[in-house]
């Protein structure tokens, strides 16, 4: 598998995501303005990806695999981010720091997925 700077990219982001959130799972007993910042970070850079795709796959770049599995996984990852601030923002305990530092590892593995069906 090739991995590109987008793969790379979002890979430190969602490290840096899940640090904040942890951290502040410690410090805070409740959702910190950081920690939903980080988790917003994460999915405005999963727009900018999906919008890269886009062009990627106008200009002529084809998928190694299946094109519904692919935009798939970039819907899913969309809404898994979205949801965890929307958790956060409900639920105002210490535990939604912890909520919102699951969706860097989970989106992590979908960037891991998302690059092995686009280069094989």
């Known amino acids: 598998m090739a ?4 793969f790379w990219a979002g890979t ?3 490290a840096v995501s899940l640090l904040i959130c942890v951290v502040m799972t410690f ?7 950081l920690s939903i910042l980080s988790v917003a970070a994460v999915e405005l850079f999963l727009v900018v990806y999906g919008v890269g795709a886009i ?13 519904w599995e692919f935009w798939g ?30 969706v860097g590892p989970t989106i992590f593995v979908m960037l891991y ?8």
């Open 3 to 6: 991995a590109d700077g987008w």
């Open 12 to 14: 430190a982001l969602c």
């Open 27 to 33: 410090l805070r007993t409740f959702p910190d303005d």
């Open 55 to 67: 062009f990627r796959q106008a200009g002529g770049e084809p998928l190694q695999g299946e094109l």
């Open 73 to 102: 996984y970039v819907l899913t990852a969309l809404v898994v981010s979205l949801v965890a601030v929307v958790w956060a923002v409900t639920d105002k305990t210490r535990w939604s720091n912890l909520v919102m530092a699951a």
């Open 113 to 120: 997925r998302l690059q092995v069906i686009w280069f094989g």
